[in-house]
T-cell receptor
Framework: DSGVTQTPKHLITATGQRVTLRCSPRSGDLSVYWYQQSLDQGLQFLIQ???????AKGNILERFSAQQFPDLHSELNLSSLELGDSALYFC??????????????FGSGTQLSVL | AQKITQTQPGMFVQEKEAVTLDCTYDTSDPSYGLFWYKQPSSGEMIFLIYQGSYDQQNATEGRYSLNFQKARKSANLVISASQLGDSAMYFCAMRPSGGYQKVTFGIGTKLQVIP
């Protein structure tokens, strides 16, 4: 158990809908990362937060948004969903120190299916 | 910008044999960290091993070792004495130095261990 909690584990919805994915980082971790894993695409970095502030942004669509709350949990909002948004969405956390050896701890992911 | 390349979509190895999974990277940062993660069929991402760009020795963690060749920008994962439980996707990743930068992942290699 990594200590990172993601909910829900599975989500099935229709095109055009909006969903919210939730992540609770490991106790004490200040940084939260969101990744999208599609078939044959590896892990695509979406966005990173540190102690409530956005720190790095990847290939995140404008239809997607995220935030990190004062209690450090994070939410990823996906709107106007399209079939191509179907993927496994991972949240990861780390301590937030500025160090190259800081590894990520991953949640179990949310499998999103857009029908 | 950093990039991770994993050129082996799939690999087979006989049980108890050693296998090398390739990873090359591209970065302009002088300091960076390299990671390998394992993703079994259950989906979770498991940290395996870390190598710092200034580390003098290759990293080892049990049956995992990292063949780090800085001049060639390669960080290959070596798994010795393969076990059936090693069958999984393996991802190489890099974290640059200098603040809150994203961790970039490769597309992964699917390893299958044959009895």
């Amino acid at each position: 158990d990594s200590g990172v909690t993601q909910t829900p584990k599975h989500l099935i919805t229709a095109t055009g809908q909006r969903v919210t994915l939730r992540c609770s980082p490991r106790s004490g971790d200040l940084s939260v990362y969101w990744y999208q894993q599609s078939l044959d695409q590896g892990l695509q970095f979406l966005i990173q937060y540190y102690n409530g502030e956005e720190r790095a942004k990847g290939n995140i669509l404008e239809r997607f948004s995220a935030q990190q709350f004062p209690d450090l949990h994070s939410e990823l909002n996906l709107s106007s969903l399209e079939l191509g948004d179907s993927a496994l969405y991972f949240c990861a956390s780390s301590a937030g120190q500025v160090s190259t050896n800081e590894k990520l701890f991953f949640g179990s992911g949310t499998q999103l299916s857009v029908l | 910008a950093q990039k991770i390349t994993q050129t082996q979509p799939g690999m087979f190895v006989q049980e108890k044999e050693a296998v090398t999974l390739d990873c090359t990277y591209d970065t302009s940062d002088p300091s960076y960290g390299l990671f390998w993660y394992k993703q079994p069929s259950s989906g979770e991402m498991i940290f395996l091993i870390y190598q710092g760009s200034y580390d003098q020795q290759n990293a080892t963690e049990g049956r995992y070792s990292l063949n780090f060749q800085k001049a060639r920008k390669s960080a290959n994962l070596v798994i010795s004495a393969s076990q059936l439980g090693d069958s999984a996707m393996y991802f190489c990743a890099m974290r640059p130095s200098g603040g809150y930068q994203k961790v970039t992942f490769g597309i992964g290699t699917k390893l299958q261990v044959i009895p």
